[in-house]
T-cell receptor, first 115, second 120 residues
Framework: DTGVSQDPRHKITKRGQNVTFRCDPISEHNRLYWYRQTLGQGPEFLTYFQNEAQLEKSRLLSDRFSAERPKGSFSTLEIQRTEQGDSAMYLC?????????????FGPGTRLLVL | AQTVTQSQPEMSVQEAETVTLSCTYDTSESDYYLFWYKQPPSRQMILVIRQEAYKQQNATENRFSVNFQKAAKSFSLKISDSQLGDAAMYFCAYRSDPSMNNNAGNMLTFGGGTRLMVKP
């Protein structure tokens, strides 16, 4: 068990560019979550997958954001036409959804800076 | 919608002493779960302790314990014998009971966090 990994760890981009982040969950975890954390704040939920199905999306997830989880393994989060307000830490978490005893394990995050 | 409030942006404790971090939440649900997560500087978030709302007994994990007051919607974290490695951001989080809503709503709702500093 190597934990949740995210790539890249840091990304600097110019306004208007597209960026894509990757999350590799803990092996066999069927649930995967994306959160966004701005400086000095707690994480905010963006979207949630159970296997390959995207089951919930937050209102924070504008139409410039898209997430996928092909084959129910790794996930990607793409932001199109980035804006300075997108600067944040993007956290991925995974869990093994067994009954109600679910614990979400977080990755190290991808820190995005939009110039 | 549920909200979680941490009213202490920063707390400080002397090494080996005890500190309590506060958390209140607002919900109309009767069954739910509460968590405390720790986020060390530049490191990933890890679970410290969890509490099921249907359990009256307060959860304990080694030096960490909670004071869960369901009627008051309060969920504080007590850290005993504080260590330098306890210095971090601490987040209180709420999760609905997924069995009550067809397994939807598994996301965590976080408070704004409390920065804990430990003085040697």
């Amino acid at each position: 068990d190597t934990g949740v990994s995210q790539d890249p760890r840091h990304k600097i981009t110019k306004r208007g560019q597209n960026v894509t982040f990757r999350c590799d969950p803990i092996s066999e975890h069927n649930r995967l979550y994306w959160y966004r954390q701005t400086l000095g704040q707690g994480p905010e939920f963006l979207t949630y997958f159970q296997n390959e199905a995207q089951l919930e999306k937050s209102r924070l997830l504008s139409d410039r954001f898209s997430a996928e989880r092909p084959k129910g393994s790794f996930s990607t989060l793409e932001i199109q036409r980035t804006e300075q307000g997108d600067s944040a830490m993007y956290l991925c978490a995974s869990s093994l959804g067994v009954g109600v005893q679910e614990t979400q394990y977080f990755g190290p995050g991808t820190r995005l800076l939009v110039l | 919608a549920q909200t979680v409030t941490q009213s202490q942006p920063e707390m400080s404790v002397q090494e080996a002493e005890t500190v309590t971090l506060s958390c209140t939440y607002d919900t109309s649900e009767s069954d739910y779960y509460l968590f405390w997560y720790k986020q060390p500087p530049s490191r990933q978030m890890i679970l410290v302790i969890r509490q099921e709302a249907y359990k009256q007994q307060n959860a304990t994990e080694n030096r960490f314990s909670v004071n869960f007051q369901k009627a008051a919607k309060s969920f504080s974290l007590k850290i005993s014998d504080s260590q330098l490695g306890d210095a971090a951001m601490y987040f209180c989080a709420y999760r609905s009971d997924p069995s009550m809503n067809n397994n939807a709503g598994n996301m965590l709702t976080f408070g704004g966090g409390t920065r804990l500093m430990v003085k040697p």
